[in-house]
Nanobody, 115 residues
Framework: QVQLVESGGGLVQPGWSLRLSCAASRSIFSFNRMGWYRQAPGKQRELVATITREGITDYGNSVKGRFTISRDNAGNTVYLQMNSLKPEDTAVYYC?????????WGQGTQVTVSS
């Protein structure tokens, strides 16, 4: 079975940075696409960032210019660098990996930006 394990969440002040990590139990190149999504209480799950097998990235409008998705291929890890954090970024962040017939999800990591 595929496992995705997120880490790096925490409590930070507005304007600070965090880097989230998603460690996959398989090579990230075995997935068509990997990404990060977030969900705040009472809100719909929201796209944060994705990266395809080919390395093409995409970002949600609310995080463009502040967040960067990247890969550590040797470690089978996908990262989300989050800069200039805002209280509106507070959510549980989930790692996602996509295959043609199934999606995998991590357990999530909590990011709280206080004000």
């Amino acid at each position: 079975q595929v496992q995705l394990v997120e880490s790096g969440g925490g409590l930070v002040q507005p304007g600070w940075s965090l880097r989230l990590s998603c460690a996959a139990s398989r090579s990230i190149f075995s997935f068509n696409r990997m990404g990060w999504y977030r969900q705040a209480p009472g809100k719909q799950r929201e796209l944060v960032a994705t990266i395809t097998r080919e390395g093409i990235t995409d970002y949600g409008n609310s995080v463009k210019g502040r967040f960067t998705i990247s890969r550590d291929n040797a470690g089978n890890t996908v990262y989300l660098q989050m800069n200039s954090l805002k209280p509106e970024d507070t959510a549980v962040y989930y790692c996602n990996a996509v295959l043609p017939t199934i999606d995998y999800w991590g357990q999530g990591t909590q990011v709280t930006v206080s004000s």
